[in-house]
């Protein structure tokens, strides 16, 4: 199992930008599956946004040309950059990572974007 700690969230106005960070307790270079999914209130957790170990990304189409995913392999963390965030991007963040079949979650941080 993967320990994951989530930092970055906050408070910022329509428009504004905000960086999550995903700290990992082990080495990430061999893990392929890599994502960020959110839980906005009163709705499902959805998926927003993927990455492999070969740097390929996937994002959802209500993300996407406003969020980046990146990772570190030698710091052991993944990213979001949200870019010209709206207010429906209001939700708890969550990273989650698929190691050895084994999927393991952070304990998420909130996003706030106030209109």
């Known amino acids: 199992q993967v320990q994951l700690v989530e930092s970055g969230g906050g408070l910022v106005q329509e428009g504004g930008s905000l960086r999550l960070s995903c700290a990992a307790s082990?080495?990430?270079?061999?893990?392929?599956?890599m994502g960020w999914y959110r839980r906005a209130p009163g709705k499902q957790r959805e998926l927003v946004a993927t990455i492999t170990s070969s740097g390929s990304t996937n994002y959802a189409d209500s993300v996407k040309g406003r969020f980046t995913i990146s990772r570190d392999n030698a710091k052991n963390t993944m990213y979001l950059q949200m870019n010209s965030l709206k207010s429906e991007d209001t939700a708890v963040y969550y990273c989650n990572v698929v190691f050895l079949g084994f999927p393991s979650w952070g304990q998420g941080t909130q996003v706030t974007v106030s209109s």
């Open positions: 082990r080495s990430i270079f061999s893990i392929n599956a």
